[in-house]
């Protein structure tokens, strides 16, 4: 474990309206990562909960900026307050700066004004004007022109308007997400596949620490015998704990990983198995290698800290959450009716589900 003289320091930089939290190694002087990018519009609050720091923004959507113990938890809280201060004063100092000015114009030409005010104004001579009598014209209807067509407004095509189903995350971005999330499952580093051969796919970010995770987890099983279901697990409830349990699962060969996964989600007296993965007795026929503690699995421990980092990039709101393979948010209500679930992928033409899963990365 690395001394407290060897750790990473938060740093926090504001430029414009974009916050970018990084973490710099103290002896190299260099960025080893970077944890998150802030649109500061959004109006967002820093807070500590259950030993992390929890960001929300103005319309209520949260999510937890990765520590790995409570004093990095309160450097980076430390790191942000001092940085949003910085950039609340330099704003004052801007405006006060600007009013200055205004007063230094305002004064400057005062004078010239006062002098432009007490210039004579010489009138020209008065002219007579006889007003000559007309009679009024009478109205020519053949050559009266038709009055002007009112131009329609262009009505905004609906692939312009951003889907209302509370995710932010913008519409150009997400036509490229089906790819970047279909290539991270084929490096079976970061997945849980339920099931594969499927026409259709879902790719669901879950916490076996989420309650609503726990109980969705029956439904995505019965999907998964009719469309593929991969599952990007992330500690975004659960915290240190799911972190505990989800690292030895990853640690596993892929193919091993749906059993282990199986046993987070199977209601024991004590409560969710979290931290607790226990082996099926060879009896059931089942081989799984025992999984490595949490700390000896580094590949295990990087593939998690990618989730959870593409987890807030994303700015998926909260788990458990679905997307299609056309990078569609998946309502829970639709995943509980497979009938519903697929007329509701079919609305999306096929030719658009590829061009979409073709689009750059």
């Not at 007795?281 to 421990?301: I, W």
């Amino acid at each position: 474990m690395a001394s407290a003289s060897l750790r990473a320091l938060f740093s926090v930089d504001i430029q414009g309206d974009q916050l970018v939290v990084y973490q710099a190694d103290q002896a190299e002087g260099i960025v080893t990562r970077t944890i998150c990018t802030l649109d500061l519009r959004h109006q967002h609050s820093f807070y500590l909960s259950n030993d992390g720091v929890v960001c929300r923004d103005v319309q209520g959507f949260e999510f937890s900026l990765e520590t790995h113990d409570s004093d990095e938890t309160h450097e980076l809280l430390a790191a942000l307050s001092r940085a949003l201060l910085r950039h609340g004063r330099r704003k004052t100092q801007r405006r006060l700066m600007g009013v200055f000015v205004l007063l230094v114009v305002l004064c400057l030409g005062a004078p010239w004004l006062g002098r432009a005010l007490e210039w004579p104004v010489v009138m020209p001579a008065a002219q007579v004007i006889t007003p000559s009598v007309t009679s009024p014209p009478k109205p020519d209807l053949a050559k009266r022109s038709a009055p002007a067509p009112i131009a329609s407004e262009p009505r905004q095509s609906a692939a312009d308007v951003a889907p209302d189903d509370g995710w932010t995350l913008p519409r150009e971005v997400r036509a490229t997400l089906p790819q970047k999330l279909h290539n991270a499952a084929e490096r079976k580093l970061f997945t849980v596949d339920y099931s594969s051969g499927h026409a259709r796919t879902l790719y669901v970010f879950s916490d076996p620490g989420c309650p609503n995770c726990q109980r969705l987890e029956s439904s995505l099983n019965t999907l998964s015998d009719a469309f593929n279901v991969v599952v990007f697990p992330v500690p975004v409830i659960g915290k240190e704990k799911s972190i505990a349990a989800i690292t030895p699962v990853l640690c596993l060969p892929p193919e091993q990983r749906k059993t282990a996964w199986d046993r987070l989600f199977d209601a024991a007296p004590e409560g969710v198995n979290l931290g607790k993965p226990q082996l099926k007795p060879a009896s059931e026929g089942v081989e799984v290698k025992a999984a490595q503690p949490a700390g000896t699995c580094d590949v295990a421990e990087k593939a998690l800290g990618i989730n959870q980092t593409a987890y807030q990039a994303y700015r998926i709101p909260g788990t458990p959450w679905v997307i299609s393979d056309d990078g569609r948010y998946v309502p829970q209500t639709l995943l509980r009716d497979p009938i519903r679930l697929k007329a509701f992928l079919d609305e999306q033409p096929a030719r658009q589900v590829q061009e979409v899963s073709n689009a750059p990365q």
